[in-house]
């Protein structure tokens, strides 16, 4: 079972953002800015592209309602997407509010947060999602 599996069935506590029967999203505990968001397929699978293709659709269309509440959430140009996959072995997707393409640099130091600053994220996001 992958941390993002824990996650999801509750074992391990989260700050979730959206959730239904394929899918679930959750900020990251170690943001690059505030407002960072995972969307992983509830099936537990490593690589996105080994997702099957009925799945690949329905996860940008989960994510869209969440992208659009990070943007009006965060100081920012838009919500930024992208796919590394290397940490944890469960295909998800970030969605990241960024105002250049540096912001997606996932080589940069990450953000100390606390929980109540991931609360207040979280709290953020939820009041512009629908």
């Known amino acids: 079972m992958t941390i993002f599996s824990k996650i999801i069935a509750g074992q391990i506590p989260s700050y979730k953002i959206a959730e239904d029967e394929q899918f679930f999203a959750f900020l990251d505990i ?16 490593d690589k996105i592209f080994d997702v099957p293709d009925d799945y690949l659709g329905r996860l940008l269309v989960f994510a ?19 796919v590394v996959g ?27 947060v606390t929980a109540d600053d991931l609360k207040a994220a979280q709290q953020k996001i939820l009041q512009y999602l629908s």
Do not use: Y
């Open 64 to 82: 869209k309602p969440i992208a659009h509440a990070i943007e009006k959430a965060f100081d920012c140009n838009r919500c930024g997407i992208s």
């Open 30 to 45: 170690a943001p690059l800015v505030p407002g960072h968001v995972l969307v992983v397929p509830k099936i537990e699978v």
């Open 86 to 112: 290397l940490e944890v072995p469960h295909a998800h997707v970030h969605l990241i509010p960024i105002n250049s393409a540096n912001d997606l640099n996932f080589t940069k130091h990450k953000q100390a």
